[in-house]
């Protein structure tokens, strides 16, 4: 391919180019692209010693812009697209509201199958001049984080409806979570295919349940009782800020995608009840000073550490009657920091 160096309309290709370039550097702003069409550019032969170069006058015959398109803003860039990973650019106000979606259609159409084929969400904020390249090795890491091994959750009560199953189980971190879980199908007759769960249990109990032959049984949900323990591969979401590039090795663990939701109701009751921003932003301070100064709330009597962070929430946000004691739950879970680090910093809301 040759190089040359050009010039056309007293204006010079400047570094040279090959046989196509993007000449829409060369027009001033009154002019369009028709100045090209038909005109004369001379050219140099580069490789030519300089004593020797020849300049050879040609006329534009067509002009063409084969990468039109990048110069229109698209809100969403699919960036891998497959039924086991999609991976997408979209703008960062909009993403809580994509990830609120995605949950919720996963909530309404896998619910018989909820335990094996989990949703798992990774949201990565960052600004333009973070480069792109450490945006993608944090992806990866944030995939990588979000696979975990599978759990067992134990079954605390089962209550039969109208055709669905409510399972309230018991998850590995001690706290409960609520499953509804359809058991007939569209047209009235039982689901006897999808709404199997595989159970602690060595040998089947009931006439519905049967045994892989691998070892594992499965047991039809209609027939778990209370006390039994259920293999699930849970629903996972990690949330990461990206303020530098060297974010990417984030090693906070992710949390359970249900935990997603009860952020952002944490979240709308934080911007009802605050004050003022500035009290937003104190409490977020003194939270982080005091589970700094404390180490882990693990650590720490559970009655001490509840009053403390009551104590916090009416000192700051004057909160009291239900509100306080939501928010303290919340703050006792972690919930609520969580809520605070990713609208305040990641999102720039404003709160109060």
């Known amino acids: 391919m040759k190089v040359y160096a050009g010039y056309a309309g007293g204006a010079s290709f400047e570094g040279g180019f090959v046989t196509a370039s993007n000449l829409a550097r060369l027009l001033r702003a009154e002019e369009g692209a028709n100045v090209f069409q038909n005109a004369d550019i001379v050219l140099e032969d580069e490789d030519t010693p300089s004593q020797y170069?020849?300049?050879?006058?040609?006329?534009a015959s067509e002009l063409q812009q084969p990468h039109g398109h990048l110069g229109a803003y698209h809100p969403v860039i699919p960036v891998d697209?497959?039924?086991?990973?999609?991976?997408?650019?979209?703008?960062?106000?909009?993403a809580p509201e994509c990830v609120d979606l995605a949950f919720a259609r996963w909530r309404e159409r896998f619910a018989?199958?909820?335990?094996?084929?989990p949703l798992?969400?990774?949201?990565?904020?960052?600004?333009?001049?973070?480069?792109?390249q450490a945006v993608v090795e944090a992806a990866r890491n944030v995939e990588d984080a979000l696979v975990k091994g599978e759990e067992t959750w134990q079954v605390r009560e089962v209550e039969r409806g109208s055709g669905a199953v409510a399972l309230r189980l018991r998850r590995k971190d001690?706290?409960?979570?609520?499953?509804?879980?359809?058991?007939?199908?569209?047209?009235?007759?039982?689901?006897?295919?999808?709404?199997y769960v595989a159970v602690e249990e060595q040998k089947p109990r009931f006439p519905k349940d049967f045994q892989h032959p691998n070892g594992q049984v499965y047991c039809h949900v209609t027939d778990l009782r209370p006390g039994d323990g259920v293999k699930v591969f849970p629903a996972r979401v990690k949330t990461l800020f990206m303020e530098s590039a060297a974010a990417r090795f984030d090693v906070a663990p992710p949390r359970y995608l249900e935990d997603w939701a009860a952020m952002r109701e944490v979240w709308g009751l934080l911007q009802r009840v605050a004050p003022s921003q500035t009290a937003l932003q104190r409490l977020r301070s003194e939270?982080?000073?005091?589970?700094?100064?404390?180490?882990?709330?693990?650590?720490?009597?559970?009655?001490?550490?509840r009053d403390t962070l009551?104590?916090?929430?009416?000192?700051?946000?004057?909160?009291?009657?239900t509100p306080l004691e939501a928010l303290t739950e919340a703050a006792v879970q972690g919930t609520l920091q969580w809520a605070l680090d990713w609208h305040l910093t990641a999102m720039k809301e404003r709160g109060g």
Not at 112 to 117: A, E, I, P, S
Not at 287 to 305: I, N
């Open 120 to 132: 798992r969400v990774g949201l990565i904020g960052f600004p333009r001049p973070v480069p792109y």
């Open 174 to 195: 001690g706290r409960e979570t609520l499953r509804m879980v359809p058991v007939d199908l569209p047209d009235g007759r039982p689901d006897v295919f999808y709404p």
């Open 81 to 94: 697209i497959s039924p086991m990973r999609f991976r997408v650019l979209v703008p960062l106000e909009a």
């Open 287 to 305: 939270l982080a000073r005091l589970e700094k100064e404390w180490g882990s709330p693990e650590g720490v009597p559970e009655d001490l550490w």
């Open 310 to 321: 009551r104590g916090l929430l009416v000192h700051h946000l004057e909160a009291k009657g």
């Open 53 to 59: 170069r020849n300049m050879t006058v040609v006329k």
């Open 112 to 117: 018989r199958v909820w335990d094996r084929l």
